[in-house]
Structures are given as structure tokens and as C-alpha cells.
């Protein structure tokens, strides 16, 4: 993945999500204020947000379902329009809860999804389901299917017609453990091999972390960042944590080598410089130097949800 | 356009896996089983006495217990009855894709929005199609069952164009049905809106405003079959505009679910 952000870096961009000023007003509530954001070919975008934070409201307005009050969205190049056929040729998307018609096979819904992508080849439908592993399910009607079942199924019908832009709203939402691997893999498969891009909205972190080349962050209806990886990285937290038998002792030699450390409340102390989370071995010998080795040295990272409502302001002070 | 056969084929697809239809159908078959009821009663007087209220009833809504008089009540119970089971119809087949949280998979999609539209309601008009021939021909069988009188060539096509041209504008008039499914984003407002239209259409009918008021005029019909001409242009217009209000609210409305 890093390989690819730093080859998106290099060559000139060929934007497949654009959106100017993007801004949805409910009365006098604003749901989006003011988006702009790029989302580059075969890159995978995330876009991290609280409930309410926005982000289906974006993806409704990205799917011109939704009317923005003021700015535009671009896709494929095709400027986005209610009502509109295009692009929609080349894109495919889950928004919210997936839902299908519960009287229809899975196969039939699929059936229908293809129906709705004009040009899209009939053996589409099996190669989808085969891809989806919805094989065991194919003539069961979707009213009886599981909940990691349906999310499948709307994965599939977004993907029947081969999109070379995929939106995905919480995608992961349902799937069993086994099945969030599965579908990573399908959308990392999908960008690397089909230069597929996929924009997707999610609130496990992890997931976003395996899986995003860049993450928005969206709070209250505005972008409050935009980072790749390597950033989201550089701005977590990191401190390195010691355990020592002498505290005092220990503090007062790492104070001679030029380190302030915080008492934690275990007894462990904490050191947040960068020399010392880069150079724990310089921590080691000094202490050793001041009598009192390190019965253990753990260099700790802020976890991403700690990070993420630190950034968005919500119980951030941990 | 040439997408419409691939919608028309997704939308008869929900529609016969649904039992919905079953249902409806189901409803349909009650009015030609209680018209032949009404007129076997009322054939027999006796047997009309011994069953209290129901010959009480038999006698008031029956004119002859001849074809004429049966098929004229077969017309007006498909009228009336009709035209709610047609709601159901057109309102299940627009207001089901809010409900099952569908309609975002109908809208970013490279096919004609008019071409969706226009599947759905040519499905329904199908539907109801399909109830009306039953009810007649299952009517046209129990008629024949009890041995009714007076079923000459002449009676009986009579009788079956008078019910075509009913169920003709009944369908017409059901169409802004469809709108009203989509603006309500499901079954409630249209099935509200039915039950005033029958209200505000008898209720015109007793005020002599029943030749202008669209829900009215297939009542009006059945009384007097020479109709101003503006009648039917009305009938045309509020199905019409029952179409456009439907295409514009898919196409420029924010769709939120």
C-alpha cells in the first residue's frame, strides 16, 4: 500500500472523486458545510466520522441522490447532477443498511442488478456470486438470509457490473471476522489488479488501517483532515513506558541524561520526547548508568480510536 | 427506451414472487361470488326470508336476478371495490421499494428514470388487468352455474364492455396513486388518499358534482353511460398528472432512504 501512495505521489493525479465546497442544509441544520475533497484512481479514500458526522449525506450527495444546497461533486469526470444517468455506468455502491427485495432469490436480486447496468454480461451474475462466496445462498430468497449475508449481497450488487468506482457505506458492517478479511482482500485485490477506486466510509479504525491508502476525517458536516497513512502515523501519540524498582532513582538518572518523565498510574514512567521513542536503547543505558536497570521498556502507541476523538474533540484528553 | 423490458422484467418478477398479488387476487374473487350469492338468494325468496339480514340486504342491492341485473352488480362492486384493490396495487408496487429500503438501488443507475417509472406502472396497470379478467371469468362461470336468465350474446358483451370501460378508467384513475406511495414513502398516505377519494367522490356524486370530480366519474358512468366529454379528459388528465408528479418526485426530489 505505501508502495502505491508513494507512486500516486509521484505521477500526475487523475482525480475520480472531486467535490467543491460541498455543503447540504436541513433548515437550518448543515449536515455537510463545505466539502472539498480529491480522491485519486485506484486509491482506497476512508472516511472516518462520528454518527451523524456527515458522511452518508456526502455519499447520497457523491450518488446524486441528494440535492447539495451550494458546490458540486465531480465523478469520473462527469459532473454530478439529480436525476441524472451519468456516471453510473462505472460506479457501484452500498449506502447504509444493504437492502434487498426479500421475496427474490439472491441470485434474482443479482439478476435485477445486472438489469439495472445495461451491457453487463449474464454470467456476471454467477461470477459475482462465486466472488461474493454467496454460492450456498444463491437460490435462497434474501428475506431469509443472515445480516452477514445481506451485507455480501449488497457488496455483490454493487459490484455485478464491474465499477471502476465503488462507494461503500460502512461495508464491513455485519460480517463476521472471517468475512471483514474476506472483503478486505476482495477491495485491495480490486484496486491493485482492476485499478478499481473505492471510496468508503467505516468506523472500525483498524479495518481502516489495514485497508486506506487516505482517511478524511468529517466531524459536525466539516473535513477536519485529510492524511495518508505514513501521516495518520506521524500523528499518533507514542510514549515510551518503563518499569523501574526505584522510581526516584530511575527519574533522577533519566533527568541527568536529559529526559522529563511522567509517573503513570501503575508506577511505570512515561517519556514522550522523540529521542527517547526513537532511541529506547539510550534510555536503557542511562538508567543502567544510574543504578537502576529496566525491569521492562514498552514503547506504546496511541490506539486509533484514542487518536481519532482526540482529533475530533470528543474525550480526547486520554 | 430500450431498457424498458429489462425493468418491466424486474418488476413482474417482484410482483409474482410476492404474495401480495395472491392476496389481492384472493379479494377479487369474493365480489363474483357474492353477487351470484346475492342473485341465488333473491331467486329464492323463501330461502331470502330464512337468512334474516343477508336477504334483507340481497333485496335492496339487487335489480332482476337476470344477467342484466347480475352483471350490472358484478360492475359495481368492481367499481367500488376495484378501484381500492387497485390501490393496493399501484401502492405496494411504489411505496414497497421505501418500505424494503430498495429505492437507493433504483437510483444511480445508467437506465432512463422514466423507464423505471414507467415499468412500475405498467405492471400494476397489468396487475389490476389480470384481477378483472379473473372476476369476470369466474363471474361469467358462477353466472352460468346458477342458471341465470336472459345471458343473450348481446347482454353479456354489453355487460363485459360497460365492466371494460369501468376497469379502464379505474385503472387511469390509480395512477396518481403511485405519486402519492412515492411521496409518502410507503403504503399509509395512498391508502388514506383512496379512502377520501371514495368519501369526496359519493359525496360529490349526492351534490350533482360527480361528472368533475376524477374518482366519481366511473360511478357517474355506471348511472349514465353518456358522460360529458370533459369527464373522460378528466379521468385522462388526473392520470397523466399522477405520472409526471411521480417522474418529477423520483427524478428531482432528495431521496433519503
Not at chain 1, 476512508?46 to 440535492?67: D, E, P, S, V, W
Not at chain 1, 479504525?205 to 486506506?212: G, I
Not at chain 1, 539510550?282 to 521492562?296: C, E, F, K, M, N
Amino acid at each position: 500500500m505505501r508502495l502505491r501512495s508513494q507512486k500516486s505521489k509521484e505521477q500526475p493525479m487523475n482525480w475520480i472523486i472531486e467535490t467543491e465546497e460541498l455543503c447540504k442544509q436541513y433548515g437550518t441544520v448543515t449536515a455537510v458545510q463545505d466539502l472539498s475533497l480529491r480522491v485519486a484512481e485506484g486509491e482506497i479514500y476512508t472516511f472516518l466520522g462520528l454518527n451523524g458526522a456527515g458522511k452518508t449525506t456526502t455519499i447520497r450527495m457523491l450518488l446524486g441522490m441528494i440535492k447539495p444546497t451550494h458546490g458540486s461533486a465531480t465523478m469520473l469526470g462527469k459532473r454530478v447532477r439529480l436525476g441524472s444517468r451519468e456516471p453510473w455506468a462505472d460506479v457501484g455502491y452500498l449506502v447504509e443498511t444493504p437492502h434487498a427485495y426479500p421475496e427474490l432469490s439472491v441470485r434474482e436480486n443479482l439478476e435485477a442488478a445486472r438489469r439495472l447496468h445495461p451491457g453487463t454480461p449474464r454470467q456476471a451474475v454467477e461470477q459475482t456470486i462465486e466472488r461474493l462466496g454467496l454460492a450456498a445462498y444463491a437460490d435462497r430468497r434474501a428475506g431469509t438470509l443472515s445480516l452477514g449475508n445481506v451485507q455480501r449481497l449488497g457488496l455483490a450488487k454493487a459490484l455485478v457490473h464491474r465499477p471502476k468506482l465503488i462507494l461503500l457505506d460502512e461495508p464491513a458492517n455485519g460480517l463476521d471476522p472471517a468475512g471483514i478479511v474476506e472483503i478486505r482482500e476482495l477491495l485491495l485485490e480490486m484496486t491493485r489488479q482492476e485499478g478499481v477506486t473505492v471510496f468508503m466510509s467505516s468506523h472500525i479504525l483498524a479495518e481502516v488501517a489495514r485497508l486506506a491508502d487516505r482517511i478524511g476525517i468529517i466531524h459536525a458536516g466539516k473535513l477536519l483532515r485529510e492524511m495518508d497513512m505514513a501521516g495518520l502515523e506521524r500523528e499518533r501519540r507514542r510514549r515510551l513506558v518503563v518499569r523501574v524498582r526505584d522510581r526516584e532513582a530511575a527519574r533522577q538518572a533519566l533527568a541527568a541524561a536529559g529526559f522529563q518523565a511522567e509517573e503513570l498510574a501503575d508506577g511505570s514512567l512515561a517519556l514522550g520526547q522523540a529521542g527517547a521513542i526513537e532511541r529506547p536503547d539510550d534510555i536503557a543505558s542511562a538508567l543502567v548508568r544510574g543504578g537502576t536497570p529496566p525491569l521492562q521498556l514498552l514503547l506504546e502507541e496511541e490506539e486509533l480510536e484514542d487518536y481519532f476523538l482526540r482529533l475530533v474533540g470528543v474525550n480526547g484528553d486520554k | 427506451m430500450n431498457t424498458l423490458p429489462d425493468m418491466f422484467w424486474i418488476e413482474l418478477r417482484k410482483v409474482l414472487r410476492s404474495r401480495v398479488p395472491f392476496f389481492t387476487a384472493l379479494g377479487f374473487l369474493f365480489m363474483p361470488f357474492i353477487g351470484a350469492l346475492l342473485i341465488f338468494i333473491y331467486k329464492d325468496p323463501q330461502l331470502a326470508r330464512q337468512l334474516g339480514l343477508l336477504g334483507a340486504k340481497a333485496n335492496l342491492t339487487v335489480s332482476s336476478a337476470d344477467w342484466p341485473g347480475y352483471l350490472n352488480l358484478l360492475i359495481e362492486f368492481t367499481a367500488l371495490g376495484g378501484f381500492f384493490f387497485f390501490c393496493l396495487a399501484i401502492s405496494w408496487t411504489f411505496g414497497r421499494e421505501f418500505t424494503d429500503g430498495t429505492l437507493k438501488d433504483l437510483l444511480a443507475v445508467p437506465v432512463p428514470r422514466f423507464a423505471i417509472l414507467l415499468a412500475k406502472f405498467l405492471v400494476a396497470a397489468l396487475w389490476c388487468a389480470v384481477l378483472i379478467l379473473e372476476t369476470y371469468l369466474v363471474g361469467l362461470g358462477l353466472g352460468a352455474a346458477i342458471r341465470l336468465p336472459g345471458g343473450t350474446p348481446a347482454v353479456i358483451l354489453h355487460g363485459v364492455g360497460m365492466a371494460a370501460a369501468t376497469a379502464v378508467m379505474s385503472i387511469l384513475l390509480v395512477m396518481p396513486f403511485g405519486f402519492f406511495a412515492s411521496l409518502g414513502r410507503g403504503y399509509l398516505l395512498p391508502i388514506g388518499i383512496a379512502l377520501l377519494a371514495l368519501i369526496l367522490g359519493n359525496l360529490s356524486m349526492t351534490l350533482g358534482w360527480g361528472e368533475y370530480f376524477p374518482w366519481a366519474i366511473p360511478g357517474m358512468f355506471l348511472q349514465e353511460p353518456h358522460l360529458p366529454f370533459f369527464s373522460y379528459i378528466i379521468v385522462v388528465c388526473t392520470s397523466l398528472a399522477g405520472v409526471a408528479g411521480t417522474y418529477f418526485w423520483w427524478k428531482y426530489a432528495d431521496q433519503n432512504r
